[in-house]
């Protein structure tokens, strides 16, 4: 394993000079960019933001005993509007963001042995957390950090505030990982608007997958082609070259042509073709693995994006040449939230899930269109995202539905009445109900006058619904969970 750091750091030994008149150089003790949990030795790094800038907070920050700040010109004017004099090194960067990375590699020193990158439209977090869990359970201690938090060696460390959390976050769970839990192999869901905020900074993963590309986050990309070149351009500039790049799904071949070049990629499909691995359907509700011929496992699913997913993670390991455990490899388990069964008896099935893109939909609802039986979707769609991708939602969801009942997802500052009505002019026989544990009750109640299934779909693992600029507290699970209890044979 590689070494971490020993000892603090001075501010010159971090390629820092303060540029004010305040010329000490500080031991720095840790980094954080929230003036909250400042202490002594801290330094400050105030960012720019969309809302508000960081140095809005620097009086807290020395109040805290900050030892410096790392900001930009414009953070710098504000803090001489704040404080007057400024008694503590302040160091003004062009681009603060770019500085801070190279701040933490040099507080940190060298990385893991081995990163492992998981990026894509959909599926990130299900390939990532599983795994992160058969290493685990192959005794080959690893660490994740993603959507669901950060994790090392079978215990959670703590929630994350985003997939690919801000740079600090990232590499002291990473330093955590290895210093304190003697992680082997540290996986990170790497998200595109995480790569665009320079989230990533320093790191070059050592190996990478590409789960697809398809629509998502247009609302802060622009458009599908800004998309798209974000995420090729994440894998280029934070994976080694020449590495190992599983890629799941069919991309464009420009995208193709352009990863070949830098990494040893495999398409997934032809990786099962070359090695004989075949998935069988056998009736609805099962699905058979066989390689060279041989059944490996039984699932009791249809042929779905569970299966594909512990495939890839299955090819992504023999890959790389990892000894395998077939029987823990295969022993699926439910990632909270990706096709989260609640309720499976009495001829009735709830599933709660993620699910919240075009082609996420499609890849939950399609398996089971030839299941003959009443299928409910409940779904919304987040405010101030992306609104191009609401029609194709709402008409996947028409397509695999009988009913569909349309409720709030997250609204943020749009209507959500008008986010509702998006939705309905697409579905044939929808039910408008905003609030959503009315309408997960309704539901369960159509659901309990049939035999059938009803997905849950949107938020999956979130426990909050943001409504303007607040939180309340709610959970599609926990709730569902509930009410499964009132379910009639």
């Not at 359970?137 to 938090?149: D, E, F, Q």
């Not at 665009?196 to 993963?205: C, N, P």
């Not at 699932?299 to 790389?320: A, D, S």
Request: with cysteine; aromatic share 10%.
């Amino acid at each position: 394993m590689s070494q971490t750091f020993s000892k603090y750091k001075r501010l010159n030994e971090l390629g820092l000079v303060p540029s004010n008149e305040f010329q000490d150089n500080p031991f720095i003790t840790n980094i954080t960019v929230d003036s909250r949990i400042v202490k002594k030795g801290y330094l400050f790094a105030a960012m720019p933001g969309s809302k508000y800038h960081g140095i809005s907070f620097v009086k807290a920050a020395i109040d805290n005993e900050a030892a410096a700040i790392l900001t930009d010109h414009e953070g710098f004017t504000i803090a001489k509007k704040i404080l007057g004099n400024i008694n503590i090194p302040i160091v003004i960067a062009k681009d603060p963001r770019m500085k801070l990375s190279k701040i933490m590699a040099r507080f940190y020193g060298a990385q893991p042995s081995t990163m492992i990158a998981v990026t894509g439209t959909n599926g990130k977090t299900s390939i990532s957390y599983n795994l992160y869990d058969i290493l685990n359970n192959m005794n080959i201690k690893s660490a994740y950090v993603g959507t669901l938090g950060f994790y090392a060696s079978g215990k959670k460390i703590k929630n994350l505030l985003n997939t690919t959390p801000d740079l600090i976050t990232l590499m002291s769970s990473i330093n955590e990982a290895e210093k304190n839990y003697k992680c082997k192999y540290i996986i990170i869901e790497a998200s595109s608007i995480g790569f665009i905020e320079k989230r990533l900074g320093k790191i070059k993963a050592d190996i990478g997958i590409l789960t697809n590309l398809t629509q998502d986050h247009l609302d802060y990309h622009g458009s599908l082609l800004n998309y798209h070149k974000s995420k090729i351009s994440l894998l280029k500039k934070h994976l080694k070259k020449d590495s190992t790049l599983l890629i799941q799904d069919k991309i464009q071949n420009n995208y193709h042509i352009e990863l070949n070049k830098k990494f040893n990629t495999t398409f997934q499909s032809n990786y099962m073709k070359e090695n004989n691995i075949q998935l069988i359907d056998n009736g609805y509700f099962m699905t058979k693995l066989s390689i060279d011929d041989v059944i490996i496992k039984k699932f009791n699913l249809p042929n779905n994006f569970i299966i594909k997913n512990l495939l890839t993670n299955y090819i992504f390991l023999k890959l790389i040449k990892i000894k395998l455990n077939l029987k823990i490899i295969f022993n699926y388990k439910t990632v909270k939230g990706r096709h989260h069964v609640i309720h499976n008896k009495f001829n009735k099935l709830v599933i709660v899930d993620y699910a919240h893109t075009p082609d996420g939909i499609y890849n939950l609802l399609s398996p089971y269109k030839n299941i003959k039986c009443s299928k409910i979707v409940i779904f919304g769609c987040g405010g101030d995202r992306d609104k191009g991708k609401r029609p194709k939602m709402a008409k996947v969801v028409n397509k695999f539905s009988n009913i569909q009942i349309i409720t709030d997802d997250n609204p943020r500052n749009e209507n959500p009445k008008l986010i509702r009505n998006s939705l309905i002019k697409y579905c044939d026989n929808s039910h408008d109900i905003g609030n959503r544990l009315s309408a997960i009750k309704k539901g369960f109640n159509l659901l309990n006058k049939d035999l059938g299934i009803l997905f849950i779909l949107g938020k999956g693992h979130e426990e909050e619904q943001l409504y303007k600029n607040k939180l309340f507290k709610f959970s599609d699970i926990k709730e569902s969970i509930k009410i499964a209890k009132t379910i009639n044979s």
